[in-house]
């Protein structure tokens, strides 16, 4: 075999070209960092598996500069209703939300990789595909990565790091040594993109329980296009290789009725474990997406979950590169998104075990409360939080920093979006930090804030303030209500993932230095 000419040695090689290996890739490029992605697959895939983007979600394509593209691509759901024995049970709007972006929006996964390599390729960096890992070592200084092109080429590229983005089969995952843990009992979904005929609302997403104690998901897509999710517990259903239209009509009749099926676009059953491994970072490889944690696609968060990982895992792996990672930067990447999936894993298994009752008694009471508990406003916006993922926070983690207070956002919550202040515009330009400091004293510096971090102040006045990047100018004090500042001068140190990462009161000296020696060295 021979050997191929290697291009330009990468400082972080990544292993998929998933939605999750993309979107870290987009990241590191807008950071101007060395990368290569590679994919095995000599095309991408046509499967249009996750198709749900949620709030949290598009707060972060902001951020890597597609959201537009998204929104005009997909199909906006506002609500989501649950179904039961013919009738409504519960309905949760999802504008609820603290979020610029109040909804979800479908879009076949197939649309969502697109849209991230496009995006890719206008920052230079193309998939390299039909390249598959094979295998990898690594000491304390590099990563090396053996990899097979189609026609059986090899080659082996040196990286500084490695990440696997490479699915619930991962190479990367088994070369370090690492598997998945959890419950490997299966479950089996019959899946269908598909034409069809209802008179359900189609800014929504209807959850059918039914006497086959198992359920039923309908997703509205653009155009006339439906997705159908069907948990499958007959065996006979379960087994059967080519699913058909029929077999999808009848079970989509037996549990929700209504609904008249015209045409599939795709059918599959595919079968999924809820499992996740137990270190997302081995030295200097890092596991993300479906590499790290395998569920149930109950809610929808599987490709979410992986792109927030990728988002979370982006920042740190290009302050490394560029040698200004502060020392616990690296391991805060395992530390902030393991418990994310562990809590999604949580909740789906949850949802799975209450969808699944089989019991008459259990399934007439669970309908009953679930009637009860969706007509309480503060539920409903629990649900609504939970589904739209915007309850995800980082206050557990050991680089965030600083007094919570009583109100306003705690160091480890999203940095609240304020018109004027939107963290999506004001904040988030660049790739770096922001500090934001509301009202008090203009100072020239602030000691201990690296040169890069940009300094943003909230003026009630109407003029900018020397001495720092940006002011915004708010007059009616909307900034500081909502941040729950009691005192001018506090600050913020807002992370490059829109995440609050130090809150500091006024005269709390040394916080700031504090906080940015552990995450980002000078
Ligand atoms: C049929 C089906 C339906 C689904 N439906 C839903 C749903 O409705 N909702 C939901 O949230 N999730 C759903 N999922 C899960 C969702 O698709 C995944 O969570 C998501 O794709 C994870 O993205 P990823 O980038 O981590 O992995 P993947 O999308 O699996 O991408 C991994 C990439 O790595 C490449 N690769 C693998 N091994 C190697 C190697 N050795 N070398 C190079 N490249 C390699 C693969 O070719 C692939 O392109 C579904 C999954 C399936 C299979």
Known sequence: MGRMSAPALPSVLVVGAGPVGLLLACELARRDVAVRVIDKLPRPTTESRAIIVHARSLEMLERVGVVDEVMATGLKVTGAQFHADGAMRAEIPLNTVDSPYPFSVTLPQTDTERILAERLAGLGVAV????????????????????????????????SWIAGADGSHSAVRSA?????????KGERFLLGDVEAEYDLDRATMHTF??????????FPMRGDRTRLIAQLTDQTEADAAEP??????????????????????WLTVFEIHHAQ????????????????????????????????????????????????????????????????????????????????????????LRNHLLHLASGLA???????????????????SPIVAGAGHSR?????????DVAGLSMHTALAEGTEHSLLQIGGEPRDSEPGVPASVRRVFVSEGTSSEPGYDLTVFDPEHRIQRRYGVPDVGALFAIRPDGYIGLRANQGQTGATAEYFDKVVSR
């Not at 370090?176 to 490997?184: A, Q, Y």
């Open 408 to 416: 306003g956002p705690k160091p480890g919550d999203a940095a609240p």
């Open 128 to 159: 390299e595909r039909g390249t598959e890992l094979i295998g990898l070592e690594e000491d304390e200084q590099v990563v090396s990565a053996r990899l097979r092109r189609q026609d059986g080429r090899e080659e082996t590229v040196a990286s």
């Open 277 to 364: 491994v137990p270190r997302y970072r081995h030295g200097r490889a890092f596991l993300a997406g479906d590499a790290a944690h395998v569920h149930s696609p109950a809610g929808g968060q599987g490709m979410n979950t992986g792109m927030q990982d990728a988002f979370n895992l982006g920042w740190k792996l290009a302050l490394a590169v560029e040698g200004r990672a502060g020392a616990g930067l690296l391991d805060s990447y395992h530390e902030e998104r393991h418990p994310v999936a562990a809590r999604v894993i949580k909740q789906t298994t949850r949802m799975t075990n209450i969808a699944t009752l089989r019991h008459k008694g259990q399934r007439t």
């Open 378 to 396: 503060p539920i409903r916006a629990e649900l609504a939080h939970q589904i739209e993922e915007t309850d995800i926070n980082y206050r557990s």
């Open 244 to 265: 058909t239209l029929e077999q999808m009509q009848a079970i989509t009749d037996r549990r929700a009725g209504g609904v008249r099926l015209l045409e599939a676009h």
């Open 209 to 218: 329980f039914s006497a086959d104690a198992a359920p039923l998901v309908v």
């Open 176 to 184: 370090v040594g690492m598997r998945l843990e959890g419950s490997f």
